[in-house]
């Protein structure tokens, strides 16, 4: 399961699933690139996380789900949304769940996400807010 990444969005509080995970492969974020790479500045994240924009990364399908999933987005009202890859969420129910789980992921997983600055090993605050 851990070597075919796919993103998963769940409440931190709860540590429920919000939405079926989406598989990296997944296309329906198609329209949302192509909306995205019109945007000003959008040649710039290949030189700021490595990757191009396209449907393959994490950020884009957390845009999607934010937009097509009506829980995301009142998780992310709340301020209790989490997301991640499968990893990020079996660690987290491994590690105790909502009764002091950790939210972590390794940097091979997070370096596909877009959110992760490719010259380094942090992520980058300017994307998440």
């Not at 993103?7 to 909306?35: C, M, Q």
């Not at 884009?60 to 992310?76: C, Q, T």
């Not at 105790?96 to 992520?123: E, I, K, W």
């Amino acid at each position: 399961m851990l070597t075919t990444p796919q993103t998963l969005a769940f409440d931190i509080k709860t540590g429920e699933a919000l939405y079926n995970a989406i598989a990296w492969p997944d296309t329906r974020t198609a329209s949302l690139v192509r909306e995205y790479k019109r945007k000003a500045g959008s040649k710039k994240l290949m030189e700021i996380c490595g990757l191009p924009l396209s449907t393959y990364p994490s950020a884009v399908k957390l845009m999607w789900m934010l937009k097509n999933v009506d829980a995301v987005k009142k998780a992310y009202d709340a301020g209790t949304l989490a997301f991640g890859t499968t990893d990020t969420w079996l660690l987290y129910h491994l590690s105790g769940g909502n009764d002091g789980g950790v939210f972590v992921t390794d940097s091979t997983n997070a370096s596909r996400t877009m959110l992760m600055v490719s010259a380094g090993s942090s992520v980058d605050k300017n994307y998440i807010s």
